[in-house]
């Protein structure tokens, strides 16, 4: 009796302490600016909509953290339905990322942050005016004074949001690490292991493109999706004009990937099933491709238990937990 009677008091004073916990949790900003981070500022900018220009679109309207920080659309819309003219990519692991962007058009995040804000189908706002309004709010003002001792400006509002992207990197949780660092011989399937196999395989050549800790080597490369007729997307060609680049896309990392379906530049393929599909027999898909690379020309004509395996493999590569995952699930 006594001992319960001890044991609900400290249920009292434990819901109490909770309590106060959840008031600090809402503290105001003042609180908030004191411990505020430059990632979390970052953070905060990358979900705030005030940075487009009728204020309904975020970072993070396309960036979904339910999907790796990718959309699970073709094409994302932007302010006034404007429509994104290639796929979202995931923005985790672009930490060590040399250029940004599908043509490889920015060389570093903070030189990438404009091209969002000012692009006419995504947030379509001028980089100037995007700053303005920050340094007119009240809450950024204290934030950036306190973190960058100095107004908001052009430079540290991109280093803010450069900061918070480099924070998303995968953190060893996916099936493949487990395995690969022997913290779970059996995060694997048999089906996994197989896949990973042929993923390496000199017969495959995923990895002579795909490899490295994020699975890409940061190269522009023509898998055949150019075809001067249905598929228009010159790819790196826009910015270096040089005709060995047409139709050459950058790379992409592969952590994450079965949760960024659909998939390539233009999302033309919704499934990693689809995506194994197309490598199988290129042809089945584009018949005249323009410029394709050398390893892709030979049809890899996989069996349909390859298939499989590659498939389970490209699974194994999801981190078991997402920063932010439980933002922004829509
Ligand atoms: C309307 C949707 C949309 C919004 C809003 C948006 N993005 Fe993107 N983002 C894209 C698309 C589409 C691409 C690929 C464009 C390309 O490669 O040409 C992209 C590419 C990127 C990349 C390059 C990734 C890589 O693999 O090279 C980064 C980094 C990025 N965005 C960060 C941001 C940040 C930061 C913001 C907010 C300031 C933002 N994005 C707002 C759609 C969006
Ligand atoms: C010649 C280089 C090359 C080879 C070989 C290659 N890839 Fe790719 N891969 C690319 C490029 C480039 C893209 C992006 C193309 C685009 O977006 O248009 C890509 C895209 C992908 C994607 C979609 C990623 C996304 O986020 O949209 C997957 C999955 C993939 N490759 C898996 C594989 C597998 C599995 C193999 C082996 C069977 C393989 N790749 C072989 C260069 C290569």
Redesign the pocket.
Known sequence: MLHSMRFGLTLLFVSFFLLSLTTLDTNDMLDASQTMTEVELGQKLFFDPILSLDSTIACASCHKPAFAF?DSVAFSHGVNDGLATR?T??IMNMYSRPYFF?DGRAATLEEQVIVPIENPVEMNLSYEVAVQRIQENEEYHLLFQKIYETQPDSNNIAYALAAFQNSLESNGSAPLDQWMNEIDLTALTASQIRGRE??ISDE???????FGPDFTGD?????G?YDGINLL?K?RFEITRDSADLG???????RN?GL?A??????M?KT?EE??DF??DPYDFVKDPINL?P??VEP?N?TEQEKED?VN??HALSDGDIPFREVGDE
């Open positions: 990718a796929n990519p995931s599908y042929i993923f495959s050549k995923c990895f002579e493109c795909h190269e522009f490369k023509n898998i999706l997307d790819g050459k896309f950058k790379v992409p990392g592969l990937v960024t659909p998939y390539m530049h233009n999302g393929f990693l995506v194994i490598y199988s690379d390893l892709m890899l996989f590659l493999f490209l």
